[in-house]
């Protein structure tokens, strides 16, 4: 009888191990499947006088083949391999952007002042002036074009973290019902296989979308996100939400909900998809949109600034090439009040004084008062200093300068400044008419007739006009320039000769003296001479001040040689259709000009130069990221391999188990076959 | 160690992908041959590229503007050489007129041509270049640089400026010549006259030509601080020239101020402080010389800036200016506008004074209400003949005598040449100095012209070397790109002739081991 027992045991246990084998082959293909093994005991053994018989065999455990370390390893490399493959993929496409002549900036400048070389070999030449608005046209597309293409990047980016967010939350509900049916099974004594390798799964795939920590407690897997913000804790789940920074609506943040109170932590995000674009998005994408944006800066304010100091075919002062950078659209549109402000707390209007001390960062106000702010330079949060919203005028900081309209601020408000972010969306070509292409300086001197003497004005001695008119401020720069008109030209003429010094004095038109000075004759000489201006009926243009001072234009000039004396030099305002070209050539001069960056220790970069740095960094941060993402491939592919080399199934091997089970299983049918036959010969021996 | 399943076919598809990918990139690489696409293939080497490509674009800019220069060269000296050339047959007609044994009629039919000449010189000096502009005004491109005034005399209307172009990091170099350098700045040989004040008419005994500077250093050093001067004929032999304080400087002159009134009208010389005066003692039958020639005195001085006011046409009267003289220094040095005045009246007496050229914004450089018949205006007093009326204007010109060009040159010799002498001596005598005056500002003209031609010539060398230069550089500079760029074939044949190997072998190896299993065989 209890051979019978035995028997049957022995063949329950070989049918469970060759259903377990069956399993593990069904399930080869089965992600995240640990393949399983059986566990056989004893029965106990019964006594018989003084010998113990056992009893058969019982089947002890399915047990399934898995370490949790190895599967922690596959899950940490998991997010690795996912975070700079995510990266990768965003800034292969900005490289090659960047780089490509075609579509990248360089080729757009790089025409552009072969084209203002061109006007200059032949300024009286309407085509070569239309080629050149032409040209300036395109350059300010492609800034345009980039820009979109960032923009675009930006919106993709925003648009991809919503949907891994929703991925997040439905993954974690999952896990948390899983711990919940893993802790009703395991507290009535069972190990439900199949529902540990889904849970671990589960967070494998949450592991692509962010960085998390994975602590088990009690058989419950608690998932952390960032720096221990917990999203999974045993059956509760805290949603994942992407929501408009609070800082910067275009720029979605991500916050945990907790129930009762939201967190922000999108800057403690890493690991996985959403950490790569998380990272790409402050490490590239804002930098390069800044760095683009200053450039755009520099650009548009140089050359407006060079058209404005030069007259134009028609005889006038030059008008903008490109449009102002500080209109009132773009001046609000430079600064973001945070959501969080008090009513009424209105914006700032950040205007650019000087383009050259720019940089890339972007900056954060914060009012410590109704009129006192501070100022921080991000994201280092280092201090710039404090201010007062009633200083007039404002203070410049890094090149731009605040001025709160629209209300007034309260204790706490804050706001963040981005000076450069928007410029390459917004550069426009504003000229429209080629002859108003200012390429003749204002000023050209010419040596009397009737003189004595050696008086010679080299090539490069010819006047240049020193003042530099305030584009930003059209009604003084509109006065200066007519006042020019009306108080040229002037006459220099030279005392006499013999001494060792030569004395000389300015005439205005009507021969009225308006200044002295002495010159070394034989010697080249540069003189700084300042024309007070006055309007149409003579009447003299006064700077308000105060003290109320009458505004002048200074420009400088050399001469040469000896004067007689009483030689005079003429200088007058260029003509209409002048063909002389000095402010095109330092329009042109731009091209190597140090423009970016002037506040910096190495006195600045030219233009090319700041796009070429630009185009370098995001070249070699794609490079490393190719590195990184192959890298992280091999570190994912190892700890895969080990841990499928533990748990993943082998036909082979389960070719050998059913093979050997199928043995076991006929060994103890025989058992049964010899109980029977023993019975059979008790029976019919009675 | 122990291989699952589906690890073998991940591993394997991986790796097979792996292999692919990297031949598909080297054929890539293998038809374009261009290794860096983009700054990632190797960021220091792109941001290089960009510099290296806009170092290229400014060379390739610079050797435009090189080929511009020279088009503009080439047609200045071309101009310039047939204006020598057309100056040096107006030297020859000018010394030919000169011989003695020319009649009237002679000298007649070289003024005729010489007035052919001078159309010619205005028209080459006023030569335009391809776009229209005139080659020799400076920036002014839509302007004449030469124009005649009413009394024949010519003014230039051009400016100083040189327009300039970049055929190097650090040079510039100009594309044109000026009008005033390559003509305005010939020294005018003939900018000292002499005016008898007494006898109050002239009896032609003694004729003292205006005399013409032979030694401007001289002339600039001593003459113009002394001026204006007195001649004085004390004897028949010997002449006083005492300067503006009255001072005795005969010592100065030739030989003491000695001369013979007895070698019939022979020309003499007398060398002054620079400036050659001719001499011409004209005795007739009956004189005796030391009283004829005793008490004749001249003035002898720099020739005073002279003005030419011509009537426009459309004025509502018929007044005219008659005479004009510089009657406040100062004032005329500190503003009459040299390059051309325009008086303009706004009623029958009230003026007002502009610089040329007249536009809507000008403003009066002065203003003035007439006196008598005279208008004066910024230091210069014009007599007007007829009553002006409002609107009438008059355009001023003004000559300083110290340059000369050789238009105006031309233009005088012509009419010397066409006054007929009718043999008579003095007639002659002044012939001849006009002669002598005119071939000196011909040779002064044609020097000038020479040095515009050697700085045109010396830029065409200077730009012969800068091009070598920049076409070393540009060289340089795509070798480097190159080098940079550029993959090596060789290199990337083998590379890809390996993976292509790699990717056979893992072919190969996968079919072979998916053949193998256990199942297959139970």
């Given amino acids: 009888m209890s051979l019978l027992n035995i028997g049957m045991s022995g063949l329950s246990a070989s049918q469970s191990s060759l259903m377990t084998t069956g399993n593990n082959i069904a399930n080869v293909d089965t992600a995240g499947y640990s393949r399983q093994q059986t566990v056989q005991g004893t029965k106990a053994s019964q006594q018989f006088g003084n010998v113990y018989i056992g009893t058969g065999t019982t089947l002890a455990d399915v047990r399934r083949v898995y370490n949790s370390y190895l599967d922690a390893q596959l899950q940490t490399t998991t997010s690795l391999n996912s975070d700079s493959a995510a990266y990768l993929g965003q800034v292969t496409p900005l490289d090659k952007l960047l780089s490509d002549t075609s579509t990248g900036l360089n080729g757009a400048l790089t025409k552009f002042f072969a084209s203002v070389q061109n006007v200059n070999a032949k300024p009286g030449d309407d085509a070569s002036r239309q080629l050149l608005l032409s040209d300036a046209q395109a350059l300010s597309n492609r800034f345009n074009s980039v820009s979109s293409q960032l923009n675009e990047q930006n919106a993709n980016i925003n648009g991809n973290l919503t949907n891994m967010a929703d991925q997040v939350n439905k993954l974690a509900a999952t896990v948390a019902q899983l711990n919940q049916k893993i802790s009703e099974i395991s507290s009535s004594g069972g190990m439900p296989n199949e529902l540990l390798d889904a849970r671990n799964e589960t967070v494998r795939q949450l592991s692509t979308f962010t960085g998390a920590q994975i602590v088990e407690r009690e058989g419950n897997v608690d998932i952390y996100l960032g720096s221990g913000q917990p999203l999974v804790m045993g059956n509760t789940v805290n949603k994942l939400e992407v929501v408009p920074g609070k800082d910067d609506p275009n720029r979605l943040a991500l916050q945990l909900n907790r129930g009762s109170s939201t967190i922000d932590i999108t800057s403690i995000m890493t690991g996985g998809e959403i950490g790569g674009l998380l990272r790409y998005r402050s490490t590239v994408l804002d930098p390069a949109m800044n760095e683009l944006g200053r450039v755009a800066l520099v650009v548009a304010d140089q050359m407006n600034s060079i058209q404005a100091q030069g007259i134009d075919k028609n005889g006038d002062f030059g008008s903008n090439l490109f449009n102002s950078i500080n209109s009132a659209a773009q001046m ?190 034989g010697q080249n000489n540069t003189l700084s001479l300042s024309i007070p201006l006055v309007d149409a009926s003579g009447a003299p243009i006064n700077d308000p001040g105060p003290p109320i001072v009458q505004r002048t234009a200074t420009f400088d000039m050399t001469i040469a040689g000896s004067p007689g004396t009483s030689t005079a030099i003429n200088v007058s305002l260029s003509q209409p259709g002048s063909l002389d070209n000095r402010n095109g050539t330092a329009l042109a001069g731009l091209q190597t000009a140090q423009t970016v960056d002037t506040g910096s220790a190495s006195k600045g970069i030219s233009l090319s130069d700041a796009y070429g740095k630009l185009v370098e960094g995001v070249g070699s941060k794609a490079a490393q990221g190719k590195l990184d993402s192959a890298a992280t491939e091999a570190i994912l592919a190892n700890a895969k391999g080990a841990r499928d080399s533990l748990s993943g199934v082998d036909l082979d091997e389960e070719t050998g188990n059913l093979v050997k089970y199928q043995q076991y299983y006929t060994a103890s049918s025989q058992i049964i076959k010899a109980a029977q036959e023993i019975f059979s010969t008790l029976i019919n021996s009675i | 160690m122990r291989i699952s399943t589906a690890q073998f076919y991940e591993s394997s598809a991986a790796n097979y992908q792996k292999n692919f990918a990297n031949v598909v990139k080297s054929s890539e690489e293998a038809s374009s041959l261009v290794r860096v696409n983009t700054a990632a293939d190797d960021p220091v080497g792109a941001s290089r590229l960009l510099q290296l490509g806009q170092q290229a674009s400014m060379l390739d800019q610079f050797s435009n503007n090189m080929t511009t220069i020279k088009g503009t060269l080439g047609q200045t000296e071309a101009v310039m050489t047939s204006i020598n050339n057309v100056l040096q047959r107006a030297k020859e007609l000018a010394l030919g007129a000169g011989n003695a044994g020319y009649t009237d009629a002679d000298r007649q039919a070289n003024a005729s041509e010489l007035g052919q000449i001078e159309e010619q010189l205005l028209s080459l000096m006023n030569t335009k270049d391809e776009n229209g502009k005139y080659i020799f005004s400076g920036s002014k491109g839509d302007i004449a640089p030469f124009s005649r005034n009413t009394d024949g005399s010519y003014t230039y209307n051009g400016d100083q400026v040189t327009l300039d172009l970049p055929i190097g990091d650090t040079q510039s170099m100009a594309t044109n010549s000026t009008g005033w350098d390559v003509f305005q700045q010939a020294i005018n040989t003939s900018r000292t006259q002499t005016a008898m004040t007494s006898p109050a008419v002239d009896d032609g005994r003694v004729v003292l030509s205006n005399g013409q500077v032979g030694s401007d ?99 509502p009267s018929a007044a005219l200016v008659t005479g004009t003289a510089v009657t406040n220094s100062a004032d005329y040095h500190a503003s009459f506008p040299g390059g051309g005045a325009i008086l303009k009246f706004t009623s029958a007496t009230n003026y007002d004074l502009y610089a040329s050229p007249l536009t809507a914004n000008s403003t009066p450089v002065s203003s003035g209400t007439m006196a008598g018949s005279t208008a004066t205006a910024s230091g210069v007093s014009f007599t007007l003949a007829g009553t002006p009326a409002a609107g009438d204007q008059f355009s001023v010109a003004v000559n300083t005598h110290q340059t000369q060009n050789v238009l105006d040159t031309v233009s005088q010799l012509k009419t010397a040449l066409s006054t007929p002498t009718n043999n008579n001596p003095i007639a002659i005598q002044k012939l001849n100095a006009a002669i002598g005056s ?36 540009a060289l340089a500079n795509t070798q480097t790109q190159g080098a940079i760029r550029d993959s090596d074939p060789a290199e990337v044949m083998t590379r890809l002739t390996l993976q292509q190997t790699m990717l056979q072998a893992s072919q190969l190896a996968f079919s072979k081991i998916a053949q193998l299993g256990l199942f297959n065989k139970v």
């Fill in chain 2, 217 to 315: 250093v001289t002339y600039n050093a001593k003459f113009r601080s002394g001026e204006p001067y007195t001649v004085n004929f004390v004897s028949d032999t010997q002449l006083q020239i005492t300067d503006s304080l009255g001072n005795d400087v005969t010592a100065e002159a030739s030989q003491n101020g000695v001369f013979s009134s007895t070698s019939g009208a022979a020309t003499q010389t007398v060398n002054f402080r620079g400036v050659d005066l001719k001499l011409n003692i004209n005795l007739q039958a009956g004189d005796v010389p030391s009283t004829v020639i005793t008490g004749h005195s001249f003035t002898l001085a720099a020739k005073p800036d002279s003005f030419n006011a011509s009537r426009s046409p459309g004025n």
């Fill in chain 2, 438 to 473: 005119g071939v000196g500002n011909l040779s002064s003209g044609i020097d000038q012209l020479a040095s515009g031609l050697s700085s045109v010539g010396g830029r065409g060398a200077s730009l012969v070397t800068q091009t070598d230069i920049n076409q070393s550089l």
């Fill in chain 1, 332 to 521: 609000a549109q430079r600064s973001i009040a945070s959501g969080n402000n008090s009513v009424g707390s209105g914006n700032f209007d950040v205007s650019i004084e000087d383009t050259g001390k720019l940089t890339i960062n972007d900056y954060k106000v914060t009012f410590t008062s109704a009129t006192d702010y501070t100022v921080q330079r991000l994201p280092d949060n280092t201090s710039m200093g404090s201010f007062n919203t009633a200083t007039t005028p404002a203070p410049v900081i890094d090149g731009f300068s605040l001025k709160l309209t629209g209300g007034t601020a309260a204790a706490g408000d804050t706001f963040k400044i981005t000076p450069t972010r928007n410029a390459a969306a917004n550069i426009k070509t504003e000229m429209t008419d080629s002859k108003r292409l200012a390429i003749a300086a204002p000023l050209g001197a010419a040596i009397a007739a009737g003189g004595s003497g050696t008086l010679t004005i080299p090539a490069s001695g010819q006047p240049t006009l020193t003042t530099k008119f305030d584009i930003y401020d059209a009604a003084t720069t509109t006065a200066m320039q007519n006042g020019l008109k009306n108080s040229t030209p002037v006459k220099i003429v030279f005392g006499a000769t013999g001494g060792a010094t030569q004395t000389y004095q300015m005439l205005d038109a009507k021969g009225n003296p308006l200044s002295s000075g002495t010159i070394v004759p």
